[in-house]
């Protein structure tokens, strides 16, 4: 405590040089009766649980009274300087690290008066009125050592406090850095010692972009968290950093306003976690799933084969009947073989198709992955199937977002994906309809829009439409929509379905934009 404070809190409790006179006027008195006093006062701790589990045995007690006892007499002498406001500070201090509750301390004061206060008042019985003012003094003194130990109590939780926290940060798995204004380095914790291999020393006062790779840099990613976070308080994305060797990490980062005393913002925080083994898991989990589909495809391929196939070796034998009646007899025309033709065609054609989107699932490739641009993918993918749509009656609705951030997409596949809708799409509306395909922004996703005019499809059916050879249409092979879930679900988007039977059905795909964005 500054000399101007002590002198301002002496003040305060207008604690005089008349004060300390009278205090010390009671020295004889303090001397006669301090171990009694002192007696009295111990009892009384020892017989609460809470204060007496902390006077571990009687020595402890024989040391405090002595304690006590040098502390009593040293009011006697007055002059409450600095010393002695540090030795109360230092006193509280002691408490607190005891473990005693700053309560305890403070109506213990209330047990000295009650004891303290008769005494003073028989020691002066001719003048109750000095007898008055050495007790008020007394009490002066008593609150200025109680509001000493507060501060002690006070700054000491905060320091245990702000340790903690310290700790709380530094001991966390996740990397927790905070960055200033200028985007440097102030605090890094230790697991960002151990996944970037910089240590704290090395890194504070270094610019953000040690760890942000180079064409994210460049693209702008910095700018772009800074705008968001300054727009929404924070901002939480996946992406990638870059260890001192050079390693890249794949990571979710939350990147939150730093705000100082003042409630001004001071800079950046960010929370971190590496999530490549995550998404390692994620990529083999997806892998399994679908070598789990392929073996239960590969069976109810076989099946699906085998039908055709035995209506085909039926209708060649047909055929050859047919063929051999028509040698014998002239007269017969040959409509009968030509129709057992193209029901044989038409077999082969559906085991040609059955086998065609069975191995587009199956060896459906890694992706190719670069930027598209929705909106030109979307519109000349479209254009082209122009003549398909009119053929087919349906009227074309295309409601594109304006200057739609790009996404991280394998172009053929994605249109893959986005064909099977559009041509679902028209199968639904064999007398027309409309088609309408949208795309709006969502955060950091962007959502596409495929709704037809249709007959809808059952909430039973919609449950069950990205099941592999569930078709609702005869002569479907069950695999489109079981494909373009899987190409959505690679590009790291889902992919939903909304129908009102009679009233068309829509699905709804999200995709996450290219980080760059
Ligand atoms: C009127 C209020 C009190 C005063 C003026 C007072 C005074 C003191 C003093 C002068 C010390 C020595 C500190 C040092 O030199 O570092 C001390 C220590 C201690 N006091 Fe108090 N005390 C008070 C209330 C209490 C209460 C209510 C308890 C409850 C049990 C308590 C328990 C202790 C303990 C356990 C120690 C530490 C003993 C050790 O060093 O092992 N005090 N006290």
Redesign the pocket.
């Known amino acids: 405590m500054s000399p101007m404070e002590r002198e301002q809190r002496l003040r305060f409790l207008c604690l005089t040089e008349h004060d300390e006179q009278l205090l010390k006027a009671l020295r004889p008195l303090f001397e006669k009766h301090i171990a009694a006093v002192e007696d009295e006062f111990y009892d009384h701790?020892l017989s609460f649980p809470e204060?007496a589990q902390?006077?571990r045995d009687r020595t402890?007690v024989e040391r405090?009274k002595k304690?006590?006892h040098d502390?009593l007499m040293r009011i006697t002498e007055g002059n409450f300087d600095d010393a002695y406001l540090a030795d109360r500070l230092?006193?509280g201090q002691?408490?607190e690290r005891?473990g005693?509750s700053p309560r305890?301390?403070l109506i213990?004061?209330s047990q000295?008066f009650k004891i303290i206060a008769p005494l003073i008042s028989g020691y002066y019985p001719d003048d109750p009125a000095r007898a008055t003012e050495s007790i008020v003094a007394l009490e002066k003194v008593f609150m200025l050592?109680a509001s000493l130990a507060i501060d002690a109590y006070i700054a000491s939780d905060r320091f245990r406090h702000l340790q903690q926290l310290e700790r709380i940060v530094n001991d966390s798995a996740d990397v927790i850095f905070s960055l200033d204004a200028e985007n440097r380095f102030r605090t890094w914790n230790h697991a960002a010692e151990t996944i970037f291999g910089w240590r704290a020393e090395e890194i504070i006062g270094k610019h953000f972009s040690v760890i942000v790779p180079p064409e994210l840099v460049k693209a702008g990613e910095l700018a772009r968290i800074e705008d968001h976070v300054r727009q929404n308080g924070h901002d939480y994305l996946e992406t990638e950093r870059i260890a001192k060797d050079g390693c890249r990490v794949l990571v979710e980062i939350t990147v939150s306003e730093l705000r100082g005393l003042q409630g001004n913002i001071i800079g950046r925080s960010a929370i971190l976690r590496d999530i490549t083994e995550r998404k390692r898991l994620e990529e083999a989990k997806l892998q399994a799933e679908r070598l789990a589909v392929i073996g239960a495809m590969s069976a109810r391929l076989a099946h699906e084969i085998r039908n055709p196939l035995s209506s085909i070796t039926l209708n060649i034998d047909l055929v050859g009947d047919e063929i051999e009646t028509l040698a014998r007899d002239k007269a017969k025309d040959g409509d009968e073989a030509r129709s057992l033709l193209r029901s044989i065609d038409s077999e082969v054609h559906r085991i040609q198709r059955v086998t065609e989107d069975y191995l587009k699932f199956a060896r459906m490739p890694k992706l190719r992955r670069e930027r598209v641009a929705l909106d030109e993918l979307l519109g000349h993918g479209l254009l082209f199937m122009k003549s398909l749509f009119e053929a087919t009656g349906v009227t074309v609705n295309i409601e594109l977002e304006p200057s739609l951030p790009s996404i991280s997409a394998d172009e053929e596949q994605l249109w893959q994906a986005i064909l099977n809708l559009v041509r679902n799409a028209i199968e639904a509306m064999p007398k027309g309809g409309t088609l309408t395909v949208s795309t709006a922004r969502d955060g950091n996703y962007v959502v596409i829009r495929i709704s037809d005019t249709g007959s809808g499809i059952t909430e039973a059916e919609r449950q069950q439409i990205f099941k592999p050879f569930f078709s609702t249409k005869s002569g479907g092979t069950g695999l489109g929509l079981p494909l373009t879930q899987q190409i959505i679900i690679e590009h790291d988007g889902g992919i939903e379905c909304e129908s009102v039977p009679n009233g068309g059905t829509t699905f709804i795909i999200r995709l996450p934009l290219a980080t760059e964005n």
Do not use: E, M, P
Request: hydrophobic fraction near 50%; avoid cysteine.
């Open positions: 701790l204060t902390l006077l402890t405090l304690l006590q502390y230092r006193v002691t408490h005891v005693l305890w301390y213990a004061y000295y050592d």
